[in-house]
Nanobody
Framework: QVQLVESGGGSVQAGGSLRLSCAAS????????MGWFRQAPGKEREGVAS???????RYADSVQGRFTISRDNAKNTLYLQMNSLKPEDTAMYYC????????????????WGQGTQVTVSS
């Protein structure tokens, strides 16, 4: 089993920043592809970013240049640094683990966290 717990969400004004964290079960974390996803009310869950075991990243076009995904394998933690936030970034953000290939694609991950809310006001 892999357990994932997100934290760091909150409310910010447009143009602000937040850093989300996802704590994962230790010992196996470093070998997994990890991803961030988000879901706004009434919309389908969409991929935000992914990072593989070698640190290679992939981003959705909507966040590229503003968001950065990273991982600290020693701490078994995944991060999402979000800068220049926009109201359309408002959503519940989820981390996920264990996918192949390592893309931010909704239906290929085996483990999911419970989410953390991000609200961006204008």
């Amino acid at each position: 089993q892999v357990q994932l717990v997100e934290s760091g969400g909150g409310s910010v004004q447009a143009g602000g920043s937040l850093r989300l964290s996802c704590a994962a079960s230790k010992y196996t974390y470093g070998s997994y592809c990890m991803g961030w996803f988000r879901q706004a009310p009434g919309k389908e869950r969409e991929g935000v970013a992914s990072i593989d075991s070698a640190g290679r990243t992939r981003y959705a076009d909507s966040v590229q240049g503003r968001f950065t995904i990273s991982r600290d394998n020693a701490k078994n933690t995944l991060y999402l640094q979000m800068n220049s936030l926009k109201p359309e970034d408002t959503a519940m953000y989820y981390c996920a683990a264990d996918a192949w290939p390592c893309w931010p694609t909704r239906d290929i991950y085996n483990y999911w966290g419970q989410g953390t809310q991000v609200t961006v006001s204008s």
